[in-house]
């Protein structure tokens, strides 16, 4: 199986989680891990799995991201799985209520880029997840790297 994670990452924590998922199916696949910033169209043949994964910044992927995803070609990810996934401040361990409320209107990073990938033609393989960091700039909550790689490793044996 073939497949490519693709992230962005401000502080590091999607950086974190994405090479977690890249080591935890490296051994069932042939697994690359990419930085946006160096992701080539070309590299989505043949693909049997992409998963896209941004730290949520104001609600929303990063612009690298989004600029990514809007770019790629209609259908050009027909017949790949796909995956989405984000770091975040959960709103429980902040209790904000101002927060609470932005959260509830505007969501997390992973459903926009769950959306975009559909877009393209992507069939979904899970519901988008989402990975806590303590405070903004981290560090990760502890379990989530483990968490990731299981979700990852769920992804390969679908």
């Excluded at 992701?39 to 043949?46: I, K, P, R, Y």
């Excluded at 209520?97 to 990073?109: E, H, N, P, Q, T």
Aim: no cysteine.
């Amino acid at each position: 199986m073939k497949v490519l994670i693709i992230y962005d990452s401000v502080f590091g924590n999607t950086e974190q989680i994405a090479n977690a998922m890249g080591q935890a199916v490296g051994s069932a696949a042939e697994v690359q891990v990419k930085r946006i910033d160096s992701v080539d169209a070309q590299e989505l043949n043949g693909l049997d799995l992409l998963i896209v994964g941004s730290p949520t910044r104001g609600f929303r992927p990063t612009e690298p991201i989004t600029q990514f995803l809007k770019g790629l070609p209609q259908n050009s990810l027909k017949g790949i799985k796909t995956a989405a996934f984000d770091t975040r401040v959960s709103v429980q361990d902040v209790n904000n209520a101002i927060l609470s409320f932005m959260v509830k209107i505007f969501g997390y990073a992973a459903e926009p880029i769950n959306k975009g990938l559909l877009r393209k033609g992507g069939i979904q393989s899970a519901e988008p997840q989402g990975y806590v960091v303590k405070e903004s700039e981290g560090p990760l909550k502890e379990g989530e790297l483990e968490r990731a790689a299981s979700w990852a490793t769920s992804l390969v044996k679908a």
